[in-house]
């Protein structure tokens, strides 16, 4: 958390406290809310040191998976506030980001729990279509962060691996399995790319035989 500095409180900060922020932890429990996706752009990020989707529909497949693995989910809330980089260049015009520390606790099947401490941080941006008029902002990333990916670092090979590769594969391709055995969507996820791929590829082979 360094090179950061707390913003002034505004309306909209309390707003955000008040009414979005219990929603979005929401979805760390085993009753989440589901007017929180309201909050969340059509193609908003959804990242931790396992995974990293874009899409809400990629990101509630996700969340859907952790209410059917896991038996029990608390989330317990340490600090919070409203912060930016001290250089605001990163930032898209009119976004800031509202981070968060706290203890995510889970009871997996059929084994004990565990506890995680992380930090997660909202970035929001300004938008004109919002339904609250007091919150004029929508989140388009949202972002676990927890120590697998501090000692992965550490492997530079495995890192790169790790950071490139699996974190994208493994994300796409778990929310549209998640969303294939859990849910029934009107509109269903697409296969990832490079299994459509797989399927081309076959059917040509076939076809030539």
């Not at 932890?25 to 959804?46: C, G, H, K, N, R």
């Not at 981070?99 to 997660?120: A, D, E, K, N």
């Not at 890192?159 to 029934?184: A, D, I, N």
Request: net charge neutral.
């Amino acid at each position: 958390m360094e090179n950061i500095k707390y913003k002034p409180r505004t309306r909209e900060v309390d707003f955000l406290e008040e009414q979005v922020l219990p929603r979005l932890l929401s979805l760390y429990s085993t009753s989440p809310d589901p007017s929180v996706w309201q909050f969340y752009d059509e193609e908003a990020v959804f990242q931790d040191p396992l995974v990293k989707v874009r899409g809400k529909s990629y990101i509630k497949a996700q969340f859907a998976a952790l209410f059917k693995l896991l038996k029990d989910i608390q989330y317990k809330q340490n600090s919070g506030g409203i912060m930016t980089p001290l250089s605001e260049s990163s930032l898209p015009p009119r976004a800031f980001d509202y981070v968060i520390t706290g203890v995510q606790s889970y009871s997996l099947y059929p084994f004990g729990g565990f506890s995680l401490q992380t930090t997660t941080r909202y970035r929001f941006k300004h938008t004109t279509e919002s339904k609250h008029k007091n919150f004029p902002y929508i989140l388009i990333q949202h972002e676990d962060q927890w120590n697998l990916t501090s000692v992965l670092s550490l492997i530079p090979l495995l890192g790169c691996f790790y950071t490139r590769l699996w974190r994208p594969v493994f994300g796409t391709t778990s929310s549209w399995l998640f969303q294939v055995l859990f849910t029934s969507p009107h509109s269903p996820l697409p296969a990832p790319a490079y299994l459509q791929n797989l399927d081309t590829s076959s059917a040509d082979s076939h076809t030539s035989n």
